[in-house]
């Protein structure tokens, strides 16, 4: 292939990403459902005007790894420690139950096998992927509805990070095991070890860069600064402890979400994921996509998939939010605000991919989920709300 080859491959991507995210947008889906979309059109599934290369494959890795850093950089740790022991609850069994579901579904789809086998980590990989939560849509719904600030809403986006982050601290183990080199011992030893280098050299880091924003403030030293620690500790956690680069990029994240500057550095970070890396990341999945090898099998698992993801989220949180003490309306809006799944699935998706453990068909599956999730979460919410605001509950 031609270096130069690379320029118009990187045009055809961003343009229709761009353009039918805007379609997305419009449809009331999230952007992304658009770009992974317009991969799918370009790529060789449909009209095979773009190939999946390894300068792409890069490409997508660091958007994948910029995405995880703003996740990190975004959140709230006042609100999270605020709402904490009842969304850790809620997240953990937001975690426990699609992960049972996920795995109980393909084992008893695909028949049950011995543990250790490659078809029983395929199967614990696709709970995994059920395991994640996206609350873009649910944020934006609760806004609109001037809910966001309440309890619900606050629980809702404590438990969907926490969600998160338990979700990549299980997908590392599951790729950590999955290694037919690695011990069980030593990959807990090395998860363990990374936790406890992020806490303490991400406290020095943290001291670091909070009297560097103090120093010069609004620069943009501190941008790029943060730049290359979320590149470093991808670099680290992957290469030194074994654990996923997007744990080590979101930890980043996590370390650098407190100083003053935190909105100002996900303003910058975010120019570069927004024009090039994000679009590249999204649209690969679509490229990764082999449509013509989906058969009435994969299509029935599909639909399958789809319905044990939305219903064990519900039941999952919903019941333990119950459990906690809310009511039984709250407890319906926190299960099915949960429902939602976007990049982290996606993200999820991808290292399994990359790790040999599930085949490109099954992104259907996930872009499937992903599409439906994402119209009938808002859709659900508005209901539930009309409906408590009615009396009719």
Do not use: W
């Amino acid at each position: 292939m031609e270096t130069y080859t690379i320029f118009k491959d990187l045009a055809i991507i961003i343009v229709f990403a761009k353009v039918f995210g805007i379609i997305a947008r419009k449809l009331q889906a999230p952007q992304v459902v658009g770009e992974i979309i317009a991969g799918l059109l370009i790529g060789p599934a449909v009209l095979g005007i773009v190939q999946q290369t390894d300068f792409l494959l890069h490409m997508a890795e660091i958007g994948v790894v910029l995405i995880m850093f703003q996740a990190g950089i975004e959140t709230n740790i006042k609100e999270l420690l605020k709402t904490g022991p009842l969304a850790f609850v809620i997240a953990c069994a937001g975690v426990l139950i699609p992960l049972v579901g996920g795995t109980v579904l393909f084992l008893l789809y695909y028949g049950v096998t011995e543990i250790g086998s490659d078809l029983f980590f395929t199967a614990v990989f696709i709970g995994c992927i059920l395991s994640a939560t996206s609350v873009s849509i649910t944020v934006q719904t609760l806004k609109e509805m001037g809910k966001l600030k309440g309890k619900v809403g606050t629980t809702i986006l404590s438990a969907a990070i926490i969600d998160d982050i338990i979700g990549i601290m299980l997908l590392t183990f599951v790729i950590g095991f999955r290694d037919p080199g690695s011990k069980p011992v030593s990959v807990v030893i090395q998860t363990i070890g990374f936790i406890l280098f992020s806490i303490i050299v991400g406290y020095i880091i943290y001291i670091i860069f909070n009297k560097i924003d103090k120093k010069y403030p609004h620069t943009r030293r501190i941008p790029i600064l943060s730049l290359s620690l979320c590149l470093g500790l991808s670099y680290i956690a992957e290469h030194y402890f074994g654990v996923a680069d997007i744990t080590g990029a979101y930890v980043a994240g996590i370390i650098l979400c407190s100083i003053s500057d935190s909105e100002y550095i996900a303003r910058k970070m975010d120019i570069n994921s927004y024009m090039i890396f994000g679009p590249v990341f999204f649209a690969s999945i679509g490229l990764k996509t082999n449509v013509g090898q989906i058969t009435m099998s994969i299509f029935i698992f599909s639909i399958l998939f789809v319905l044990i993801g939305l219903i064990t989220k519900v039941v999952g949180c919903g019941i333990t939010a119950k459990l906690c003490g809310f009511s039984k309306v709250d407890s319906l809006k926190i299960g099915v605000g949960m429902m939602t799944r976007g990049e982290v699935a996606l993200i999820i998706a991808q290292k399994g991919l990359t790790a040999a453990i599930i085949s490109p068909v099954y992104f259907t599956s996930v872009i499937l989920l992903i599409i439906l999730s994402s119209l009938l979460t808002p859709i659900g919410l508005k209901y539930i709300y009309y409906k408590e605001e009615h009396g009719r509950f």
